[in-house]
């Protein structure tokens, strides 16, 4: 293993003193299981806050955000490390565009991810859309054709733009209750997760406020609405995906291209063939045989036969 | 024509005086040109605010709302009437469903639309999104196909969540202003809309703010963050856009089925038989013919010419 030169993470000294204390605590956890590099890949629709959310992370304006624009069709990777503990984030494209899922953006993806080990997915969406549809679904269904089934389990939600207002009638908590509930159905559904697969520790959904408008407690941390630390609160949960047992995503060739579709029961071909010319092929042979036997011939062939010893 | 039981326009004393004022003035302004009617078509994606904003106007909950669901599959017509004026507002489903514009929908609303003439589209998103797409592109296809071309001569685009944040680095009316930009240019896309079209008089974009939480100014009136009393504001806007000179589309069945492709080009079918059997049927026949002239016969064909002279 070369030894590279991973920038130092000096964006977390932005952050405010008790933030840091918190996130270099549980860094220190996970260096305590033998843990000292975390591989994070943030997967989404477009414009949802893929971006803004690893930056937002990492603390300084590592990869290119624009309110109006999909950023190039190419993932990024930032890497950065911090007492002896080394961040990973990959930053990929939105795959939906124009209402299908772009699977040529999902190819130059798994490219990217080819021989890295995939530690934990955030899927990101807003918390402040109102619809879910089959389109949310082909996402799901896209990154788990991809990457496997066992990706969600070391899968978060993450909720975008949480410091809204809710609709009139709905309090926040019922609002964000539901947005996950909806979510989540499709989660289900697209990954094609059955009940028992999860067995009670279910994908957890963690809220995140990018904007520099996000309120503040007094040690000067960004919080939700309900008062949480956000930024600690993402990175532990994260911490508590990959403590959960499950195991990394190691994307290797076999993955990205799928099992070898010219290799599928290529045994079994000689057996066909014999079956076909024992069962089926003599069997009309030998049919073809007694018609011929059995017909009776016309004059101009009885002719033509008898014919053929007489001279013209 | 029977006259109905129209609702009398109660929800306009829901609002503070001054903007009942001004309404009252702007449907007085179009009486005194002879408009005694308007009928309004609100249109868009699913879950951008359509029946939020036919609320809002109509100043009560004459429409079913939900943050999660689409409302059922059909659209609704809400009238009120006032002081000798009055106001069909049509509320239509999302036509946009799982990344596809929902066709069936879109017939459903063509039916329901038979014989009625429309005055003004409303065509509705949000302010706060951050992508467009070839999905918007066909919706405003789809709206142009149905209707025809002339509908975006009375149209407004209309932008709910008015009162958002906007994004780090914009300030709130630059972002309005990409965004007003960025959807009007695939309207003008899907539409097919050449610029001499309009001649200047590009289609107007409108704010709108339906949550409870809308800032207020000192005379009570819901404001957007520029400080303009939006109610009114949206009303003036529909009154400039029917005195524009552009004439309302009449939704007949003619429009409604397009032209009967049974009858197309039904008037060419001889003339093409007649090409057919003149240069391309005789010429292969007597193609055949010569070629039949000319080959050589194999023995056994001539041996039973000549046999069939022969007794056996």
Redesign the interface.
């Known amino acids: 293993m070369a030894s590279q030169l991973i920038r130092e993470w000096s964006g977390i000294q932005q952050f405010p003193l008790a933030t840091q204390t918190k996130l270099l605590e549980l860094l220190g956890k996970l260096k305590q299981e033998n843990v000292n590099s975390l591989t994070i890949l943030v997967m989404g629709k477009?414009?949802v806050g893929k971006s803004s959310t690893v930056n937002s992370i990492i603390g300084e304006r590592a990869v290119a955000?624009s309110?109006?624009?999909?950023e190039g069709p190419r993932p990024v990777m930032v890497s950065r490390s911090r007492a002896g503990f080394t961040l990973n984030f990959i930053d990929t494209p939105?795959i939906?565009?124009?209402?299908?899922v772009n699977d040529q953006a999902l190819e130059i993806i798994k490219r990217f991810l080819l021989n890295k080990t995939i530690d934990v997915l955030l899927y990101v969406d807003r918390l402040?859309?109102?619809?879910?549809?089959?389109?949310d679904?082909?996402v799901v269904k896209a990154i788990t054709d991809s990457f496997g089934k066992g990706i969600w389990s070391r899968g978060l939600v993450v909720l975008t733009h949480a410091q809204l207002?809710?609709?009139?009638c709905?309090n926040y908590e019922d609002?964000f209750s539901?947005?996950s509930e909806?979510l989540l159905k499709v989660v289900r559904l697209g990954a094609r997760i059955r009940k028992q697969d999860f067995k009670g520790s279910a994908i957890p959904v963690v809220l995140v406020e990018n904007?520099?408008?996000c309120n503040k407690n007094d040690s000067d941390e960004k919080i939700l609405p309900d008062g949480t630390a956000w930024i600690p609160n993402l990175v532990k949960t994260i911490t508590d995906v990959v403590s959960n047992g499950s195991k990394a995503i190691l994307v290797d060739k076999k993955l990205i291209e799928g099992p070898n579709p010219n290799d599928r029961g290529k045994i079994l071909i000689p057996f066909i063939l014999a079956f076909q010319y024992f069962f089926v092929i003599k069997r009309i042979q030998h049919a073809i045989k007694d018609d011929i036997a059995k017909e009776s011939r016309p004059?101009?062939e009885l002719?033509?036969t008898g014919?053929a010893n007489r001279k013209?």
């Open positions: 477009g414009g955000v309110a109006f624009q999909s939105g939906v565009e124009g209402g299908y402040d859309a109102y619809r879910v549809d089959n389109l679904r082909q207002s809710p609709p009139d709905l609002f539901k947005r909806a904007s520099g408008r004059l101009w002719r033509d014919l013209f």
